[in-house]
């Protein structure tokens, strides 16, 4: 059974568990920063509960990266899932049992996780999807709380170890269609 390249973000966060994108309350929205943190809370809104971080922290887990369309554009969404023990480090919502982040940096994050060849077959459109994991140092952290529930951002500065698992080549439909589904 082939699985669509497009699936990839889908398919990593469902298996994760659908708990990491529960709503949350933005009246009881109240952001903790563990001791064993390496980041430390820069700014806070109180109002829009929005947060950033100053500071760098070291995680490992699950990366997934992949096109998508979204009306009339072509966009690369890189989506990182740090692993429990990470999770131990993170700032978070009270009771919050995993995150998805965002990554903010596209194509320096793709160059880092990937490698140059991989990298540029990736960012040319080679390459519909890939998902993998890694152990990573992040920065620039932010979290907000919009209709879905609370947001988390970073950039990737640095890559200690990465190993894609799986990638999917882009297809001519995708192209055509100009809708990979996502």
């Known amino acids: 059974m082939r ?17 990491f994108f529960a709503p949350y309350a933005a009246a009881e ?8 943190s390496r980041l430390a809370l ?6 829009s509960h929005d947060a950033s971080f100053r500071g760098t922290e070291r995680i490992s887990g699950r990366f997934a990266i992949a096109w998508r369309n979204d009306g009339d554009e072509h966009l690369l969404e890189i989506l990182f899932l740090p692993d ?30 990937l490698g140059r060849e991989n990298g540029a077959r990736l960012l040319e459109g080679e390459l519909a999807a890939i998902e ?5 140092v992040i920065g620039d952290v ?36 100009g809708d990979d589904g996502c």
Not at 3 to 15: F, K, N, V, W
Not at 29 to 36: F, R, T, Y
Not at 132 to 136: E, Y
């Open 132 to 136: 993998g994991s890694a152990t990573l």
């Open 84 to 113: 429990a023990s990470s999770m131990k480090r993170l700032p978070r919502e009270r009771d919050e049992p995993g995150l998805a982040i965002a990554v903010t940096n596209r194509d320096a994050a793709v160059m880092r996780l």
């Open 42 to 47: 820069a700014s806070y809104d109180g109002d």
């Open 29 to 36: 929205s109240v952001v903790i920063v563990p001791e064993s």
């Open 142 to 177: 932010e979290t907000g709380v919009d209709d879905d529930g609370r947001w988390w951002q970073a950039a990737i500065l640095s890559v200690e170890r990465t190993r894609v698992e799986q990638e999917w080549a882009a297809t001519e439909d995708d192209e055509e269609s």
């Open 3 to 19: 699985t669509e390249p497009c699936s990839i973000l889908r398919s990593l966060t469902l298996a994760l568990g659908l708990a």
